[in-house]
């Protein structure tokens, strides 16, 4: 049980870094100038995309964590299709992946075997390779993946390039960081956490299979800035979006436990550097924490013609988890406004 | 009297919860001190505070110390349940009675109607004044049985004193499990009273 105790403490997105003090960093940086990098970071983008020739450009993107969940094998699962999830995002096709493993030395290699074959699964079912790794010692367990995959440079998905009067269709329930926190720490129901896992471990490649047959503008994945962290970048300094919460997806018992005050210091960061410019029109106040409240393998956020949102959200309830055209970008520069 | 609470070197939630547990120990006039290692924490406890309707007072005596201190009102505090503290039982409107005739909210799109049955039953739970009764009945029966995900806000309606009733006729018709997650079944005769006992009756 110690072990256990030791093995889960805060993981997932939550784990991640806040955007301030990321974006302080980076912009630090000297950016050197490639023609063919078609998407990079400058763009806020968690992967990049890099044209080879005319029709065909590779995906790069990479994404590790401590655990969220106590059971070794789901947590694999977990973080492999969290880290696959932004190849999916770019409008990609998975090719290779390599393990990225941070493990104690005196821990029982079981627990890295149920974690690796967890993700192993999950890279075959996205239909890549595991073709090696990197693994090290470390005090706490960390694992996820560095992918690589193909796109054409032509149907590369921008997570920026949302168009007025665009709808915006999330394709996973919203609450996954509060229902992991909550489990933590002893409060939460068999049925929210099944529902949390069934979400986080499920691939975004099948709803990208859906929306490639529709006129989509900007797709990006919900990770650890939350809903309206990545709807901000989505929005970029163009645009604003009214979003309709009673529409937004999640799991129903994360509304409770946010009433219970079960947030973490990730989703108060996430506040702290998207909550500008953001209006609450009377929600209540544990909806606005599951807005941003830091996800794990969360879903595809897409900004779809508004002819096309019906016809797509219909297809995408068909994968049975929740989602919902959630709101609509408007001209509004940089407002979001949420009723 | 002053208390004084360690949360250095703790992850949120624990210090928030913690010093949850801790203030519904403490009586009314208390003041209770909480040091934490970073400002986020800080925050965190703010926004409980805010929710819990508590004044409270912060300050950073270095990078890596906050003090955040928060004075007890005994109303606010007096059970660990945090939402029946949001919702004192003096909160509830005497013979208001909603009617929830369908699962579905309003007319048109179908799984639109029932997302926003669900949004309304949670938003009855963050209303001010609760309603004396909740009646279900025809399909509304469906929102207290077993595969409804508006068990839990039921719940919560409930253990703040708001009465939640089922048509059995309905239960049965529907062919529902005989006893509903959450209130009581009732008959007819009853529904009959309580409506035309209600000063006010919503059919939203």
Do not use: W
Not at chain 1, 215 to 221: E, Q
């Amino acid at each position: 049980m110690n072990e256990e105790i030791l093995f889960c403490k805060g993981g997932g997105c939550t784990a991640k870094l806040g955007a301030g003090a990321l974006s302080s960093v980076l912009s630090k940086l000297p950016k050197n100038y490639d023609p063919n990098l078609l998407v990079g970071y400058d763009s806020s983008d968690d992967g990049a995309v890099y044209k080879i020739t005319e029709d065909l450009a590779i995906v790069q993107t990479l994404d590790f964590f401590p655990p969220m969940v106590e059971d070794p094998y789901i947590f694999g699962q977990i973080a492999a299709a969290n880290a696959l999830s932004d190849v999916y995002a770019m409008g990609g096709e998975v090719k290779t992946a390599l393990n990225i493993v941070c493990f104690p030395e005196q821990m029982d290699l079981n627990i890295l075997g149920k974690i690796l074959q967890g993700g192993n699964e999950k890279v075959i079912e996205a239909g890549g390779v595991l073709v090696g790794g990197h693994s090290i010692s470390d005090n706490d367990v960390k694992y996820g993946l560095s992918v690589t995959g193909t796109v054409d440079p032509k149907k590369v998905l921008k997570n920026n390039a949302c168009k007025p009067g665009d709808h915006l269709i999330l394709t996973k329930p919203l609450g996954v960081g509060i229902i992991a926190t909550a489990q933590r720490v002893g409060e939460c129901s068999r049925e929210a956490m099944d529902e949390a896992i069934k979400s986080m471990t499920t691939l975004n490649k099948y709803a990208a299979e859906i929306i490639r047959k529709y006129r989509v503008n900007a797709c990006t994945d919900i990770t650890g800035f939350g809903f309206l962290g990545h709807l901000r970048e989505m929005l970029g300094n163009g645009f604003g979006a009214d979003i309709d919460s009673i529409k937004i997806p999640h799991i129903h018992e994360a509304l409770h436990y946010a009433k219970k005050f079960l947030y973490t210091s990730a989703g108060q960061k996430n506040r702290n550097h998207f909550g500008d410019n953001v209006i609450f029109k009377g929600i209540p106040f544990a909806m606005e924490e599951i807005l941003f409240d830091p996800q794990t393998s969360g879903g595809l956020l897409i900004s779809i013609d508004p002819d096309d949102a019906g016809p797509a959200l219909k297809e995408l309830r068909e994968l049975g988890l929740p989602c919902g055209i959630v709101g609509r970008v408007t001209t509004e520069i940089s407002e979001i406004i949420v009723n | 009297m002053k208390r004084e609470l360690n949360e250095m070197g703790k992850a949120c939630p624990i210090p928030v919860i913690e010093t949850k547990n801790m203030l519904a120990s403490m009586h009314d006039g208390d003041i209770l001190t909480v040091l934490v290692d970073n400002y986020i924490a800080v925050q965190n406890i703010t926004k409980m505070a805010a929710q819990l309707k508590l004044d409270i007072e912060s300050r950073k005596i270095n990078d890596k110390e906050y003090s955040v201190d928060i004075t007890v009102k005994k109303n606010a505090v007096a059970t660990d349940d945090i939402e029946d503290v949001l919702c004192l039982p003096d909160s509830i409107r005497k013979n208001t009675v909603i009617m929830l005739g369908s699962d579905k909210f309003g007319e048109g799109d179908d799984d639109l109607g029932r997302i926003l049955m669900k949004g309304y039953i949670y938003a009855l739970t963050e209303l001010e004044k609760l309603p004396q009764t909740v009646i279900m009945y025809n399909s509304g029966a469906r929102l207290s049985s077993k595969a409804s995900e508006s068990v839990g806000d039921l719940k919560i309606l409930e253990s703040q004193g708001v009465e939640i009733l089922t048509c059995g006729t309905c239960i049965d018709y529907l062919g529902l499990d005989k006893d509903p997650e959450v209130g009581t079944v009732t008959n007819m005769y009853v529904i009959a009273e309580k409506i035309s006992e209600a000063t006010k009756l919503i059919r939203p």
